[in-house]
């Protein structure tokens, strides 16, 4: 072997990458070329030396807020539950062997569309809007008066419902949680006189509610009625504001009604069938035609890469107000939330951002830097106290202490050039940090 | 049950739903990856941010990855794209950095008081801290093509062929970028090599 392929293959024999037989041939070369045997020896000693090199652990924070992510990318990804419960939920089959027919094949096939949240969303809305849609024929039978307010807007309005059809009082049915109702409070009418809603508003309730706050009762206070097992009770009926009441329908229209099997699930979030269910309610249309948290906490970091800190203020707020399912992405979502403000040239936000942050999540695995930060922060702003007094909190956490020693000394200096500092007796060596 | 799973085997479970299957891989690489950036960008802060960027993006793009090459060839080529990013923005912003952040939790003491003595005799303990802190300057003052492959080779373990098609040049240039690596550590750190044989 000659001194060039030697060298080529030095790094290789000290790794033990090389084979056998090559790594021979380059020992009994080193054996007698002093050149080579030299350098081997200083990369050797390098790599001796490099493996003193200390190893960091990555905060916890940091795992904590990836496996959140992935726990929710993986949820969206688990395949829909195979419906093991209907065979036992419905009737044993007479006659087995249609089970391998087509019908049963084709039964098995629409079966698995039941429990897709898409498929449930859109049949919500196919509802929602068929109620509307019903009603319009009991208004013109019903009440004239209606029809008209409902085709001519009140006086002095251009569009919108009718002040006929705004309630006289509040209606005392509860509303149902999810992001129907969401829309519904942004839609919803206020009593005469009021503000009326804006056209964006309007236009998110119409697409997912019926088109007008009465009908809207009227189409839950109907859907209500039908989703109980025992209809036609006083309770429903007190239940009804008195011109749903007014409205009810025909006993035979409400059977017509009744059978519809989307409806219970379109009205309100009951618990039906167990696991399935338990996913759907994870699965809710707010969750799903919304960004995931995941989505706005990417986006936020990648605006804070960016240093467009205003949008990554707003995107670590919207995580931290709308933390999806997995809530554990929010301390690290106030976390950047505040460097994002510090980021900003906003330090009096940030520190209450930190101090929100230290506050709900005294255990945050990134409170040590948290306190630094927010120091810093206070130094900026001139609040030389607090900034010693978190640096004070920041030493007693090892993984930061020495750095908080060092800007406890640049502290020192900052509040003896502003005059400031005063000597404490007892303090704990105010201007000489702990080694 | 994880645990006896390849790399590729585990993206694959993730990318059918089990959440444990990533759980696994998190724990096989961010102490790695996260030397390997934290050396890379010299502070801890944006180490953080960069190992989160890292496995978010493996989240999000889990199912892009066709099992060609290695798992781990392929996060160190997030890691490293975003650290070059970073390295690149953070060039530009040396001209405007009069208003940023103060320096951050690693922004190491000052030359000073690095090396400001007592007067006693340094005990064993300061100068294994010393030495510690020297290696870590030694390695983030190598050339940066040299840095990431030592440090992916002795962060990771990785063999040279997939440091190769990480970096993207041949392996005879990997080896000896490493080579050139360890010879400069060898002169950068000539004055603890008598230490260092003790502790052997």
């Given at each position: 072997?000659?001194c060039?392929t030697?060298?080529d293959?030095?790094v290789?024999?000290?790794y033990?990458?090389?084979d056998?037989?090559?790594?021979?041939?380059?020992?009994?070369?080193?054996?007698?070329?002093?050149a080579c045997?030299?350098s081997?020896?200083r990369?050797?000693a390098?790599?001796?030396?490099?493996?003193?090199?200390?190893?960091?652990d990555?905060?916890v924070?940091v795992?904590?807020?990836?496996l959140a992510?992935?726990?929710?990318?993986a949820?969206?990804r688990?395949?829909?539950?195979v419906?093991?419960p209907?065979?036992?939920?419905?009737?044993?089959q007479?006659?087995?062997?249609?089970?391998?027919?087509a019908?049963a094949?084709?039964?098995?096939?629409?079966?698995?569309?039941?429990m897709?949240?898409?498929l449930?969303?859109a049949?919500?809305l196919?509802?929602?809007?068929?109620?509307?849609?019903w009603?319009?024929?009991?208004?013109?039978d019903?009440?004239?008066a209606d029809l008209h307010a409902?085709?001519?807007p009140a006086?002095?309005?251009?569009?919108?419902?009718?002040a006929?059809?705004?309630?006289?009082?509040p209606l005392?049915r509860?509303?149902?949680?999810?992001?129907?109702?969401?829309?519904?409070?942004?839609?919803?009418v206020?009593p005469?006189?009021?503000?009326?809603?804006?056209?964006?508003?309007?236009?998110e309730a119409?697409?997912?509610?019926?088109?007008?706050?009465?009908?809207?009762?009227?189409?839950?206070?109907?859907?209500?009625?039908?989703?109980?097992?025992?209809?036609g009770?006083?309770i429903?009926?007190?239940?009804?504001?008195?011109?749903?009441?007014e409205?009810?329908?025909a006993?035979?229209?409400?059977?017509?009604?009744?059978?519809?099997p989307?409806?219970?699930?379109?009205?309100?979030?009951?618990?039906?069938?167990?696991a399935?269910?338990?996913e759907d309610?994870?699965?809710?249309?707010?969750a799903t035609?919304?960004?995931s948290?995941t989505d706005?906490?990417g986006r936020g970091?990648?605006?804070?890469r960016?240093?467009n800190?205003r949008?990554?203020a707003?995107d670590?707020?919207?995580?931290?107000?709308?933390?999806?399912?997995?809530?554990?992405?929010?301390?690290s979502a106030l976390?950047?939330?505040?460097?994002?403000q510090?980021?900003?040239?906003?330090c009096?936000a940030?520190?209450?951002?930190?101090?929100?942050?230290?506050?709900?999540?005294?255990?945050y695995?990134?409170?040590?830097?948290?306190?630094l930060e927010?120091?810093?922060?206070?130094q900026?702003?001139g609040?030389?106290?607090?900034?010693?007094?978190?640096?004070?909190?920041a030493r007693?956490i090892p993984?930061?202490?020495?750095?908080a020693?060092?800007?406890?000394v640049?502290l020192?200096?900052?509040?003896?050039g502003?005059?400031?500092?005063?000597?404490?007796?007892?303090g704990?060596?105010?201007?000489t940090?702990a080694? | 049950?994880t645990?006896d799973?390849?790399?590729?085997?585990?993206?694959?479970?993730?990318?059918?739903?089990?959440?444990?299957?990533?759980?696994e891989?998190?724990?096989?690489?961010e102490r790695p990856?996260?030397?390997?950036?934290?050396?890379?960008v010299?502070?801890r802060?944006?180490?953080d941010?960069?190992l989160?960027d890292?496995?978010?993006?493996?989240?999000?793009?889990?199912?892009?990855?066709?099992g060609?090459?290695?798992l781990?060839?392929?996060?160190y080529t997030?890691?490293?794209?975003l650290?070059?990013?970073?390295?690149?923005?953070m060039?530009?912003?040396?001209?405007q950095?009069?208003?940023a952040p103060?320096?951050g939790?690693?922004?190491?003491?000052?030359?000073?008081?690095r090396t400001?003595?007592?007067?006693a005799?340094p005990?064993r303990a300061?100068?294994?801290?010393?030495?510690?802190?020297?290696?870590?300057?030694?390695i983030e003052?190598l050339?940066?093509e040299?840095?990431?492959v030592?440090?992916m080779?002795h962060?990771?373990?990785?063999r040279?062929?997939?440091i190769?098609?990480v970096v993207?040049?041949p392996?005879?240039?990997?080896k000896s970028?490493?080579?050139?690596?360890?010879?400069?550590?060898?002169?950068?750190?000539?004055?603890?090599?008598?230490?260092?044989?003790?502790l052997k």
């Amino acid at each position: 072997m000659d001194c060039e392929t030697c060298t080529d293959h030095l790094v290789e024999l000290l790794y033990e990458e090389l084979d056998e037989e090559d790594a021979a041939r380059a020992r009994t070369h080193l054996a007698e070329c002093e050149a080579c045997a030299a350098s081997f020896s200083r990369i050797r000693a390098g790599h001796a030396l490099a493996a003193r090199l200390e190893q960091l652990d990555p905060p916890v924070a940091v795992r904590s807020a990836v496996l959140a992510a992935a726990r929710e990318r993986a949820a969206e990804r688990a395949p829909a539950p195979v419906s093991e419960p209907e065979p036992a939920a419905t009737p044993a089959q007479p006659e087995p062997i249609e089970e391998d027919g087509a019908w049963a094949a084709l039964l098995r096939w629409l079966g698995s569309f039941a429990m897709r949240p898409q498929l449930a969303m859109a049949l919500s809305l196919l509802l929602i809007v068929g109620l509307g849609m019903w009603y319009l024929p009991a208004l013109r039978d019903g009440d004239p008066a209606d029809l008209h307010a409902i085709v001519d807007p009140a006086p002095g309005d251009e569009v919108g419902p009718s002040a006929a059809l705004v309630p006289a009082e509040p209606l005392p049915r509860t509303e149902p949680a999810g992001a129907r109702s969401r829309a519904r409070d942004e839609a919803d009418v206020p009593p005469r006189g009021a503000t009326r809603p804006t056209p964006a508003a309007l236009d998110e309730a119409v697409a997912v509610a019926p088109p007008d706050p009465d009908a809207r009762e009227r189409a839950a206070a109907e859907s209500g009625r039908a989703a109980r097992p025992s209809p036609g009770t006083s309770i429903e009926e007190a239940d009804l504001d008195p011109r749903a009441q007014e409205l009810a329908v025909a006993p035979g229209q409400t059977a017509e009604l009744r059978p519809a099997p989307a409806e219970p699930q379109a009205t309100q979030p009951a618990p039906t069938a167990p696991a399935m269910v338990a996913e759907d309610s994870e699965r809710s249309p707010a969750a799903t035609t919304d960004d995931s948290s995941t989505d706005r906490y990417g986006r936020g970091l990648a605006n804070y890469r960016q240093r467009n800190y205003r949008e990554a203020a707003s995107d670590f707020e919207s995580v931290i107000e709308r933390p999806g399912p997995d809530p554990r992405l929010i301390p690290s979502a106030l976390h950047h939330l505040a460097r994002s403000q510090r980021g900003a040239g906003n330090c009096a936000a940030a520190v209450r951002s930190y101090e929100r942050l230290l506050a709900q999540h005294p255990t945050y695995s990134g409170s040590g830097e948290a306190l630094l930060e927010g120091a810093g922060c206070y130094q900026r702003l001139g609040r030389l106290g607090e900034a010693r007094a978190w640096l004070e909190r920041a030493r007693a956490i090892p993984s930061v202490a020495a750095q908080a020693n060092r800007m406890l000394v640049v502290l020192a200096q900052q509040e003896r050039g502003a005059g400031a500092i005063t000597v404490e007796g007892n303090g704990p060596a105010s201007s000489t940090p702990a080694q | 049950m994880t645990k006896d799973h390849s790399d590729e085997e585990l993206l694959r479970r993730f990318n059918e739903g089990d959440p444990e299957a990533f759980e696994e891989l998190v724990r096989r690489y961010e102490r790695p990856l996260y030397n390997f950036i934290f050396r890379s960008v010299r502070r801890r802060e944006r180490a953080d941010e960069l190992l989160q960027d890292v496995f978010l993006k493996v989240v999000q793009r889990s199912q892009d990855f066709k099992g060609d090459s290695k798992l781990s060839t392929w996060l160190y080529t997030i890691a490293r794209n975003l650290c070059i990013d970073h390295s690149r923005k953070m060039v530009f912003r040396r001209h405007q950095s009069l208003d940023a952040p103060g320096p951050g939790p690693e922004g190491g003491p000052t030359l000073l008081e690095r090396t400001a003595g007592t007067g006693a005799e340094p005990d064993r303990a300061a100068v294994t801290e010393d030495l510690r802190r020297r290696i870590g300057e030694a390695i983030e003052e190598l050339p940066e093509e040299q840095r990431e492959v030592f440090l992916m080779r002795h962060v990771q373990g990785m063999r040279f062929k997939d440091i190769a098609d990480v970096v993207g040049v041949p392996e005879n240039t990997v080896k000896s970028r490493m080579r050139y690596a360890l010879e400069r550590l060898q002169r950068a750190l000539a004055d603890y090599e008598d230490y260092v044989d003790e502790l052997k």
